[in-house]
């Protein structure tokens, strides 16, 4: 490499800094380090801060576990799921027609939460005018609805669907229909995000070939949103499971000892039963109680994994 | 746009031959077709768009013929893809927007009363500026627009036939079962040309269909917009006026103009004629200015 002798000089170093290099150098240098100390304690307080609100949560999560393992620990066996409950005989009562009763209940909510939840948000989206007035009342009350204390929505069911208008007396079905009343907002508000998330790109290529409105909903854009929807589905069927406070109002507060039906007798549910189990004197109650609780932490967190699989499996960046 | 006696006979019978199945006779009544092909697939008069109050397109009148690759050239904002929207009545999906005067597909007013949008969408097909395939195989694309329409024959052949049309059917013979959105952008693009083809239609419409493709897949694109004219008509809106210069035989002009009464600017044509004539000998001073690279 002996030609040009211009263009080392000019890649190479410069063999030394003269002094004006040298002091913008510094200048440079003091202008792009981390200068001021405050500023500096001021970000590790908040991030401190941060840290203290994860762990918070994390710790009583585990605290919650762990004392219900403990607790529930002499009791925890697959009698649970078979034995019926008792209060004469604590020490061999268990789950059976409360979890039975949980089956009934949450198979009637999901019966009627996907057709209502989806449609309706179907309808928001694809079908409304959102300049419409209406429409825009009915978006605005959805989002409060799914905000208002489940115990509203319990009164509800005893009015209107316990006593009043329906009558079903307390059964499962009066069980299932005021769950389903308390989580739909939250299918529609998710089967919405869903359906909007579909790029209307597709919604134009789709007409564009002569499909017909609801062709192209059915064909194209609800199997695009189908991930999300499902996940919000299995969302909302998660808390339906856990609710125990809007169903003492419309009849699994009973003691049942026998396998319930869904549209006749008392019935129980699995939150409902430990609430039972656990106001009562009896230490073994107690202790099974605790039981009680394992499994529907371990049922929740199963179908929240679910859910979070579901979600990152079929999750589609446009 | 000369007419030439011998093949508008030989496309007039090809075209009675493929379009039982796919239904324009019905919905437009076989005679008229044939009185009328040969001609003009296309007559506008008068053709106002709005958007609300809004003027978008104003007074265009324009023959576009059968056969023949028309482009529609002009700057941003000069209502060309509005104009091309409403050919196929995708304007309708927009609510606010509006066609006035005459628009004349083989003669019939396409916004009469007996005149349903879906059905002209299956005659005049569309593809759009961004590659949009649907979110599923390869092989669904091209079958979800015969499985709709209820088109009789066999679905293997019709996917087979339009890939081979399309110039893709060597690329992806042996993943039809692959997702689309695992090709490339281009190859996207003639997929979607492909399910355009599949439902058989009259008439492709073309928005800036090469406007997000390498130069590379706009030929491919561009060679195959030259076959595909043999059997449809083309109209292409586009941006690169080398792209209208190499692949249509008529270019329409538009502009923006601002109207007297209001401070509004709308979209105009200025003239239509053979893309030779357009580039080299264009009738009107602001044709000249924007081919040439003037316009500002």
């Known amino acids: ?318 | 746009m000369g007419t030439d006696m011998t093949g508008d006979t030989v496309t007039t019978e090809e075209e009675a031959n493929t379009t039982p199945s796919l239904g324009v006779s019905e919905a437009l009544g076989d005679e008229r077709i044939l009185q009328t092909l040969g001609a003009n697939t296309f007559e506008l008069r008068g053709v106002n768009v709005y958007y609300g109050d809004m003027l978008a397109v104003r007074d265009v009148s324009l023959n576009i013929p059968h056969n023949e690759i028309t482009a529609f050239i002009g700057p941003s904002g000069c209502g060309k893809s509005t104009l091309l929207r409403s050919l196929n009545r995708m304007n309708d999906l927009i609510p606010t927007a509006r066609v006035t005067g005459d628009v004349l597909y083989h003669g019939v007013d396409m916004y009469g009363p007996k005149i349903d949008p879906v059905q002209v969408r299956t005659v005049i097909g569309m593809v759009f500026q961004k590659p949009n395939p649907f979110p599923k195989s390869i092989y669904d694309n091209i079958a979800f627009g015969p499985r709709i329409l209820g088109m009789k024959g066999d679905l293997d052949e019709i996917v087979e036939s339009s890939l081979h049309r399309a110039a893709l059917w060597d690329e992806v013979k042996d993943r039809l079962k692959d997702n689309a959105f695992g090709m490339s952008g281009g190859q996207q693009q003639r997929l979607c040309i492909a399910r355009a083809i599949a439902v058989q239609p009259d008439v492709i419409l073309m928005d800036e269909p090469c406007s997000a493709l390498d130069p590379v897949s706009t030929g491919k694109v561009e060679d195959l917009m030259h076959e595909l004219k043999e059997e449809y008509t083309i109209v292409i809106v586009t941006h690169n006026m080398q792209q209208a210069a190499r692949v249509s035989d008529l270019t329409a002009f538009f502009t923006v103009a601002a109207m007297d009464e209001s401070s509004s600017r709308t979209g105009v044509l200025v003239e239509i004629d053979e893309t030779r004539s357009i580039f080299s000998n264009p009738k009107d001073e602001r044709t000249a200015n924007y081919v040439t690279g003037k316009f500002g």
């Open chain 1, 1 to 318: 490499m002996t030609t040009d002798p211009g263009y080392s000089s000019r890649v190479a170093m410069p063999p030394r800094t003269r002094t004006a290099v040298g002091g913008a150098r510094e200048v440079t240098e003091a202008m792009l380090s981390t200068g001021d100390r405050k500023k500096r304690v001021r970000g590790l307080i908040l991030y401190s801060l941060l840290l203290l609100g994860l762990a918070t949560a994390l710790v009583s999560i585990a605290a919650m576990i762990t004392w219900a393992i403990i607790a529930g620990w002499p009791r925890l066996s697959l009698e649970l799921f078979t034995n019926v409950p008792s209060v004469v005989t604590p020490e061999k009562a268990g789950y059976r027609t409360a979890i039975l009763g949980t089956l009934y209940v949450i198979g009637g909510v999901i019966l009627l939460i996907v057709p209502l939840g989806v449609g309706a948000a179907v309808y928001l989206e694809e079908f409304a005018n959102p300049r419409n007035p209406f429409n825009r009342f009915v978006d605005l009350n959805i989002q409060n609805l799914a905000g208002v204390p489940s115990i509203v929505f319990g009164i509800l069911g005893l009015a209107f669907i316990v006593r009043g208008p329906l009558s079903l007396g307390f059964v499962a079905a009066a069980g299932s229909l005021t769950l389903a009343l308390l989580v739909l907002p939250t299918v529609i508000l998710a089967s919405r995000e869903a359906i909007r998330a579909v790029p209307s790109s597709i919604r134009d290529g789709s007409l564009a070939l002569g499909a017909t409105v609801w062709q192209t909903v059915s064909r194209q854009v609800l199997p695009a949103a189908f991930p999300g929807v499902l996940t919000g589905v299995i969302l909302a069927v998660a808390r339906a499971i856990g609710e125990a406070a809007p169903l003492l109002l419309v009849g699994a507060v009973t003691f049942v000892t026998f396998d319930p039906q869904f549209f006749e007798g008392g019935y129980s549910t699995l939150p409902t039963m430990i609430y039972s189990y656990a106001k009562r004197p009896q230490e073994e109650l107690q202790v099974l109680a605790a039981a009680g609780v394992v499994i529907m932490l371990v049922l929740l967190i199963l179908i929240n994994s679910v859910a979070i699989y579901l979600r990152n499996r079929f999750e589609r960046t446009w």
